[in-house]
Nanobody
């Protein structure tokens, strides 16, 4: 069993900052891509940012220059530093990891966390 546990969400005023963390635990051989997604009420889940094991990153246009994704491979932990937050950033933020549980796995397994609420007040 693999678990992703997010933390760091909360209520912040517009212009403020938050840092989200996502810790992966359980039987993990290797994590390939990790990413942050978000879902606002009444909207579809969307990609915020993702990072592959080598360190390459990509971001949604709406967060470029404000958010920074990083990971600590030794700790199987993903981070999202969010600066200059806007009310439209309000959403539940989900962590995702594409991983192999065992060396013998033929394909990657996509695993999701339970989500953490980020609310930005105007």
């Amino acid at each position: 069993q693999v678990q992703l546990v997010e933390s760091g969400g909360g209520l912040v005023q517009a212009g403020g900052s938050l840092t989200l963390s996502c810790a992966a635990s359980g039987s993990i051989f290797k994590i390939n891509t990790m990413g942050w997604y978000r879902q606002a009420p009444g909207k579809q889940r969307e990609l915020v940012a993702r990072i592959i094991s080598g360190g390459n990153t990509n971001y949604a246009d709406s967060v470029k220059g404000r958010f920074t994704i990083s990971r600590d491979n030794a700790k199987n932990t993903l981070y999202l530093q969010m600066n200059s937050l806007k009310p439209e950033d309000t959403a539940v933020y989900y962590c995702n990891a594409d991983l192999k549980r065992y060396y013998s796995d033929a394909v990657l397994t996509s695993t999701w966390g339970q989500g953490t609420q980020v609310t930005v007040s105007s």
